[in-house]
Every structure is written in C-alpha cells, then in structure tokens.
C-alpha cells in the first residue's frame, strides 16, 4: 500500500516506536557500544578479543619491528649530518621522528613503504602498455620513500671527515694545495656557468656551449657531473646554484637517442650521490625517473641491453660502429650494477636490481675464452664478438663494478667478488706484461695476439687492483698491492715522459720504445682522470708521499697546459710544449679528475672507503652496512 505524506504527521516505526522514542534508544546503543569498545583496552595484552580489535602498529607493511643489532652505536652517537641539512620530509612522508618509532635491525636502508608490487616490475620488464619502461608509482598511492636519517647514521665516518675547520694555524703544504685544486674547480664551475649553463659542455675557447648527441637530449650533464665535487669541496654557493639548476631546469621529457652507459654513469651516478649526500628529494626523484627511461634497452632476447635507447620511442639499438652493428659492450653494460642497486633501493622497484642480476647471472655462465672476457657479445644470440679483451677502454669498468660491487654489498656479494679474482688472474696470465726497462703493463689481447700497448683509460687499473688487494687470499694480498703499485708507476711514466708532464691517450712497448705514444692521433690529452685517481687509492693504501708528489705534478702541468681564459681544455699534443687546446671542458674533469686531486690531498675519512664507494665516474655511493648482518630486504 503507498503511504501518503501528510504535513504534521510523524509515523511511527515498525515497532511502534515514535521518533523521539527512537532517537532515544539509539543513543543507549551507542552509548553500550563505546563503554565495550573501551573496555577492551583493559584486557591483559594476550587477549584474543584484543589482538583480533587492535592489532599492533608495528605490524603495517615495511615497518616491523626489528631489534637494534647488539654494539652498534646509537644514531645520535654520530655527528648530525653535514650543511647542507637534510631536505625537509617531501609531501607524503614520514616525519623522521616517526621514521624512528619503531627500533630497527642495523641497517641504513629501512622503508617507510613496502616496495612496489612485483607485478609492476614485471610489466616493465615485459614493457607490457609502458613501451618496457616501469610505471611511475599510481596516481593517489603513497609515495615510496627512504629513510635518509637512518642511513646517514649508520655511516662509520663523517662525510667530510673529521679534519678541524677554520683553523687558526697557518696553512700546511697539503692544505695549500688541496685549496689550490679547489679553486681550479671553482674556476671551472664559475668559466661553465658562465657561457655554458644548462648546455652538457663548456667550449671554452668559443665561450658558448656544447650539447651533443649523448644524453637523449637532456641537458646540463656538467651540473650533475659537478654536483657532489662542489659539496666535497664546500662549495655551498656553486652548489646551490647547481641544485637549483637540476629543480627549475633539469627536464627528463626530452625524446632523443641516449647512451644507456653515459647516461647511467654521469647523470644517475650524479644524481644518487647527490641525495646521499644531501638527503634533497629532487634528486632521488630525478635519478628513478631517468632510470626508468633507461630500461627499454634491455628489451632483447638475451637482456643483455643494447647501448643505446630512444627516449621517444622506447626502441633500443647498438652502436652503428660496433661489428655487425649489433653488438653490445661489455664496458657498457657490465658497468650498470652499483647504480641499479642504488634505484631499486631508492625506489622499491625491483627491476632495476633485477635487471643487472641477469646480466651477471648470464655472464657467469657463459665460456670465457681462457678465462677472459671479450669486450664485445651479441644481445640477441648471447655469443661473443670477436676476441678482443682489454682492461682499458671497451672493457675497463666491467672489471672495477665487480669489485665494487663486491665492497658496496659490505662484502656480502661472493659471486662478485670471485668473478673479479678469477678474471684477474686470468688477466695476470695473459695481458701483464713487464718491458725490457722493467715497466709493468697491461697489453690487449686480440684472439691470442697480444697490442703491446696501455690506454690512458687502463691506467684506473692500479687504482682498482689496490683497493681489490686486502680481500684476495692472504698469500696474494702483498703481490697484488704490488702490481698494482707498479702499474701505477708505468702510467706516472707515461706522463713524465712527456713534455708537458701530462699523459698521452694511448702508449706503447715497442721498437724500443716504453710508455710513449707512437702516433700524433694517440697522443692528445683530454683531461681524463684515470692516472690520478690510482694515486689516490695507493695514496689511501700506502701514504707513500709520492702519489702525493706526482699527484701535484699533474696540478702543475694542468695549470700551465689545460688553462685558459674560459676554462679548462684538453690538449692535442702532450709531446709538444706549445700544445694546441680542443675546446672541450669534459664533465668528468669536474667529477673525476679535480674529486681525486682534492681527496688525495685530503684526509682518509672524507669520503671513507669504509662507507663509500665511487661509481666509474667518481660519484660516491654509500656501502650497504645492514647486508653485514643478513640481508633484511636491502638491494645492495
Ligand atoms: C669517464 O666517463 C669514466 O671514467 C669512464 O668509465 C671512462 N672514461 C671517462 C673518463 O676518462
């Protein structure tokens, strides 16, 4: 039957309840409800009825309880990180008071959010609706995020070492001369801001800017380069001038063809120690996003990834100029690892980390020609490509991120490290080599011939078999600290030997002839950093005041040689005493070469190699000191 509304008329319930009536009972309902509810407060902690109401805080996803690890110091034992503060919690995260609630296991590497689901791992790793690039986290969904206090507290060193600032005495030698390679680099920021800012070179000679056609397009590859030598150096104007660069200007929607090797190594690198050592958000953001625009290039049938990438397009190829045009380096993609790691551990996406795991999983498998590794294989059959093996360019830091990668894992990552010893044995027996002037050096192996020959790039070998040296077997520890400071003498050779004290990009043991280039085309100067950056390692592993003398004389011959009104440039001739310039500041002058000079003319602890280690291009990347106590979800 339809009820009619009449105007004044209130009905009565089914019940027969009139609304007041009603209204009251509800009130009693309530009022019952909420006395039970509290009561269950009241129950001991092993109630049932209790858990099942209130289950604990600690148990959201990513945040369980875990105890501190036994006679690890508190975090507020340690000083408070280093100026620039740590960035204000982005919108979206944790307070860091919150961050510390619940007591943790060791580790620096705690999240605030689980990690992303695995399936959207797998549709980036399909390239499933997203051209094979990994989804940006959901429109609405929490934002992952890392929790930078904890991590910087866990660091067994300050950052910038413990050395007294502001001093009253007078200036030592080493402080004078570690101002003096700053203010280089203050020169060589200032001359690229100048007429270059936002372009990825200066061209000093010409005043203006050069872009070319190794980002994919993006931009300012000098800033990021330069970001994390500016904070070393304490540099704090440069710095923020850069950092506001990377938040106003640094654009990652560009839709060029892209080095997946220099745009890993330079501007990932950059960016991941760029909030390691800061904690800003724009830069983890920025490193993840560009991350994800690297992974099309592992869309092959093997996963070994082609070197290059088309950011529009999400196709992938190889270098025009590698045979057959489609094969793949091993120095390019066996130099992805500590980088990876670092996005997964940033991001919570696994892809990353799966992605590099492959690589070394595939490469672990396959026949190494008398246990060598050939710089060339093929992403789609997986074969090797000729057998071409060297320590310099084309394979060089595929050798240095496996040990590396074995150091970052705190030591954990066994498969790294006895893929390093393995192929430096292999190494020792087939391509080192001892002149008749008794110079050590590492020949290239071409199919069982040997190029008496050493790049300028093979010269980062001392540096590399050093800091390799105190984990080989005990009775080969002394040999490799050795051969790796022979090494090093040999690339000091290369340089001495020249008229400008500056070394050649490529040197010979022939005809008579020892640690000299042979040919005008090997003998130009562009500034590189690999001589240096093994003085700095045998420097840390020796304080032989030598590495210090030579590391000097480097300083000296870049002063005379490489600077000019504008900046600094490489040069085309090291046997010429009136060298012409190339017009090219390289990034990695800012990032390697000047980083090195200054940590070699500083003391241990800045940037300990108990906490850190640098990435191909010298960006620091922390050590993962939670995996020494089991791995609890860490990537590192
Ligand atoms: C840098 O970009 C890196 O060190 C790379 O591994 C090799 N070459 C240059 C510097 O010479």
Redesign the pocket.
Known sequence: MLMRKVPGFVPASPWGLRLPQKFLFLLFLSGLFTLCFGALFLLPNSSRLKRFFLAPRTQRPGLEAVPEAPGHPPAGAREPPPNPAPAAPAPGQEEPSSLAGPRRRKGWARRTQPPRPREEATAARSGGGSGGRAEAPQEGSPPFSFDFHAFRSRLRHPVLGTRTRGSEEPQSLVQTRREKIKEMMQFAWQSYKRYAMGKNELQPLTKDGYQGNMFGGLGGATVIDSLDTLYLMELKEEFQEAKAWVEENFHLNVSGEASLFEVN?RYIGGLLSAFYLTGEEVFRMKAIKLGEKLLPAFNTPTGIPKGVVNFKSGSNRSWGWTTTGSTSILAEFGSLHLEFLHLSELSGNQVFAEKVRHIRKFLRKIDKPFGLYPNFISPVSGNWIQHHVSVGGLG??FYEYLIKSWLMSAKTDTEAKDMYYEALTAIETHLVNVSPGGLTYIAEWRGGNLDHKMGH?ACFSGGMIALGAEDAEEDKRAHYRELAAQITKTCHESYDRSDTKLGPEAFWFNSGKEAVATQLSESYYIL???VVESYMYLWRQTHNPIYREWGWEVVMALEKYCRTEAGFAGIQDVYSSFPNHDNKQQT?FLA?TLKYLYLLFSEDDMLSLEDWVFN??AHPLPVNHSDSAGRVGGQL
Request: glycine letters at 0%; a negative charge.
């Open positions: 190594i060089d830091s790039l590189r950093p690999e990695f390697e191909t291009e």
